[in-house]
């Protein structure tokens, strides 16, 4: 099989195994015991906590451990509207089900809640949060840094120098699919709160963090014996943790040449599919993570394409890992104005840093069998 969906998951990197398996093995204390076994556990738990702090540039009193990114973009949304239930919440129109989800649940619950447009690159629109800001003054803002499903990197820094204006916002980013692939600092960005997931960057799936601005008020989703400051009840998920801390130094000390060789693939791709008729490759014109590419084919439909790509052992995407299998059009295509029709043609290449040209030329030639294949008659 040829992996070509890492931003569903990817592969645990053997590295990471290995610092997890003697907590798996040998060293199974709770973290909050306090005889030696206990002790160990929770300085290994410490060291994770400082090495994903230190991939993001914060400290690590700054990270929270979570269940992963899905909990990070609860915790922060749900957390900080339950503090401050006079305060609105703004989203972009692009961002995870993670977070689209939550703040529809927040609006039953009565909060205010607006989704901000973008243009047709899928970026978000640094005007159109001003003028919602204006009538929302008192506000979460939530924007991601860089899109699932095409890999647009949102232009932040305007969109927090606007935020910046109005006192009494704050603002959130799920940079889900950017740490590891990005330069990512917490501090430069000026967010106040910043969601991870351990499973995206070569990692355990069921661990991620949230790292906060320590001067903000949260509600925590789950009480229970004070773990993470109190802002996230319940025995930590060691093992996962281990995991967590291992795969983002890794990220952190290879991240330039994993660009590099994620670039030279994705430009090799794009050629590729720039030679095949009726494709479209969505933001194309946009600055995009260096491992993914969003495409479209006129008449034929993604998830047939997916599964026909499958029979040829070749795993890519229909779009969200998160919100594939419903038949319904990419709510991220959607937004930027893409006609339904070929929104709903969307597939998804997202390369890894084990990946080779041979990868990429073995999906041109499959891809090639099956659009003829698939042709309307």
Not at 270 to 284: D, K, N, Q, S, W
Request: with cysteine; glycine share 10%.
């Amino acid at each position: 099989m040829i992996y070509l969906d890492h931003n569903a998951t990817t592969p645990i990197d053997p590295r990471v195994q290995a610092a997890m398996q003697p907590y798996l093995e040998r060293f199974y204390g709770n973290p909050s015991a306090l005889y030696r076994w206990g002790r160990l556990v929770r300085d290994a738990v410490e060291q994770a906590r400082a090495q994903v702090a230190a991939l993001v540039g914060a400290h690590p009193t700054q990270v929270i451990f979570t269940s992963g990114g899905t909990e990070a973009n609860n915790l922060a949304l749900q957390g900080y509207c339950r503090a401050h239930p006079e305060s609105a919440l703004l989203v972009s129109a692009i961002e995870h089900p993670s977070v689209l989800e939550t703040a529809a649940g927040l609006a039953r619950q009565g909060v205010a809640c607006v989704r901000l447009e973008v243009d047709r690159e899928g970026r978000v629109i640094a005007a159109a949060l001003a003028e919602q800001l204006d009538r929302h003054p008192q506000a979460l803002v939530s924007c991601m840094l860089a899109n699932n499903e095409t890999g647009v990197i949102q232009p932040l820094a305007d969109l927090v120098a606007t935020a910046r204006r109005y006192p009494q916002v704050r603002f959130h980013t799920d940079a889900v699919q950017a740490v590891g692939r990005l330069v990512v600092d917490f501090e430069r960005l000026g967010v106040q709160l910043l969601s991870l997931s351990s499973h995206k960057l070569y990692g355990p799936k069921g661990v991620g963090a949230l790292v906060l601005d320590r001067a903000l008020t949260l509600e925590p989703l789950l009480y229970g014996g004070g773990q993470e400051q109190g802002l996230r009840g319940g025995t930590e998920n060691v093992i996962g943790i281990v995991g967590f801390g291992a795969a983002a130094e890794l990220a952190r000390t290879e991240r330039e040449s994993r660009e590099t060789h994620l670039l030279n693939l994705r430009r090799c791709l794009e050629a590729g599919l720039a030679r095949l008729p009726g494709v479209t490759i969505f933001a194309a014109r946009a600055r995009r993570l260096a491992n993914t590419v969003q495409f479209g084919v006129a008449g034929i439909d993604g998830e047939m394409l997916v599964m026909a790509l499958d029979r040829h052992r070749i795993a890519v995407s229909s779009g969200s890992a998160c919100a594939s299998g419903g038949g319904e059009p990419s709510h991220v295509l959607l937004a930027m104005g893409v006609d339904a029709d070929l929104a709903k043609s969307a597939v998804r290449v997202s390369l890894g840093k084990d990946n080779t040209e041979a990868d990429v030329e073995a999906f041109l030639t499959a891809l090639r069998q099956v659009l003829e294949e698939l042709k309307p008659n």
